[in-house]
C-alpha cells in the first residue's frame, strides 16, 4: 500500500512541476529547484540513479541544450510510464500499460506546451519502453532510461523534420502491426518487437512506405531461413539461441545502418542515401541467409586461411552459402525494382553490395569475432555499414 501511495505521489509530483514548469524563467530557476530535489532523491538508495539523471537532463536544459519541451517530455514519458508499468500488476502487460501511460503523458506535455511535433514524443515513449523492456534487472536502469528518451528527443527536437500527422497515424498502425505479428509468431521477443516498431516507423516516415517494404522483405527471408531444417541445426548445435527469436540487439544490428539512411534521405532528399539503404539491407539479408543455409550444407572453411573448420565457427564459408546469399541480395534487389525504388543499375549494385557485405562480415568474425573483440550483433553492424557504404560508393 505504501509503495502504491509513494507512485501516485510521484506522479502527481511530475504532473504539478511540468504545469509550473513554463513560469519558472530564466530556465536556470527551474535547473536549480529540479537538482536540488535530485539531491534528496540520490540520498535515497533506491533513487540514486535516477537522481543523476535528473541532475544531468537539468543542467542540459539550464544550459539551452534541451528545450522545455524534451526536459518535460522526458520527466513525462518514463514517470508516468514507470508508475502505470508497476501499478498494473496483473490486470495487463506492464509493457502495455508504459506505453499508455507514457504516450498520454507526452501529448498531455505537448498540448500544454504548444508544441506541434507529435513524432519527437512519440520516438520518446518507444525509446523508453525499449530501455525498460532490455534493462530489465539492471539497477541503473532508470538512469539510462531518462537519459536515452531525452538524447531521442532531442534529437528529432533538433532535426525538426516536419510530419503529415496521417502519414504518422498509418506509419504507426503498419509498423505496429508487422512488429506485433512478429512477436506472436515468436520472431521476435518484447524488445525486438519495440525495436522493429521504430525502423518501421522512421521508414515510412524519413522515406516511404516502400522502404519499409524492402525491409520486410530481409525480414521474411531471415525468419524462413532461420526455420530451414532448424531441428537439424539444434542437434549440430549451430542453431539460432532461445528458438530463433530476435531481440533489440539483433534488429538494431542488422536495420541501424538502413534506419540512418531513411533518415538522411528524408533531410536531404538525396539518392546517395538509397543506395546507402539497399546496400546495408542486401547486406543483412545476404549474410542471415548465408549463415542459416551454408551451415546446414558441406563443411565450411575459413575465409582467412581457406582451413575446413566446424559448422557454425566464425568466419566459415561455403559455396552454398555463397550462393545464398548472391540470391538473398538478388531478391531484395528485385524488390526495390518492382516497387520503383530502384533502376536496373542500382539492382546490380545492390546485389553486389550483399555479396560484399556478408564475405565483410565473415573476415570480421574470423578475426574480430573469434578474438573476443567484438560480438556477433557488432560483426553484423560492420557487415551492413561496408554493404551500404560500397554500394552509396558505385553509385556515385
Known sequence: MTRRIGLWLTAGATIGGILIAPYLQPPIVLTLITILIAAVLFLIRRTKYPAIALTIIALLYGAGFLSLFVFAGTLAIVVFGEVAARLAGDMMRPSLAYIVAASIGSVFVMVYLGHASPLIPLMGVLVGVLLKSALQGRFDSLMIEHLGVAMTMFLFDELNFQVDLMLLF???????SLAYFSYRFKVADMSGLVSAAIVGIILIVFADVRWFLIMLTFLILGSACTRFHFERKIEMGVAQSHGGVRGYFNVFANGL?????????????????????????????????????????????????????????????TVVGEVAALGAATVVGTVALFLGVADIRLLFVCIAAGFVGTNVDSVVGATLENRGKIGNSG??????????????LFYL
Open 170 to 176: 498509418a506509419a504507426v498502425i503498419i509498423a505496429a
Open 257 to 317: 545502418v538502413g534506419v540512418a539512411a531513411a533518415v538522411l534521405y528524408g533531410v536531404f532528399q538525396n539518392e546517395l542515401f538509397l543506395a546507402l539503404f539497399l546496400g546495408s539491407v542486401a547486406s543483412a539479408a545476404a549474410d542471415t541467409v548465408a549463415s542459416e543455409i551454408g551451415v546446414v550444407g558441406e563443411t565450411p572453411f575459413l575465409i582467412t586461411t581457406l582451413e575446413r573448420v566446424p559448422p557454425g565457427t566464425n568466419g566459415g564459408v
Open 379 to 392: 560483426t553484423n553492424l560492420v557487415a551492413t555499414l561496408m554493404g551500404g557504404l560500397f554500394a552509396a
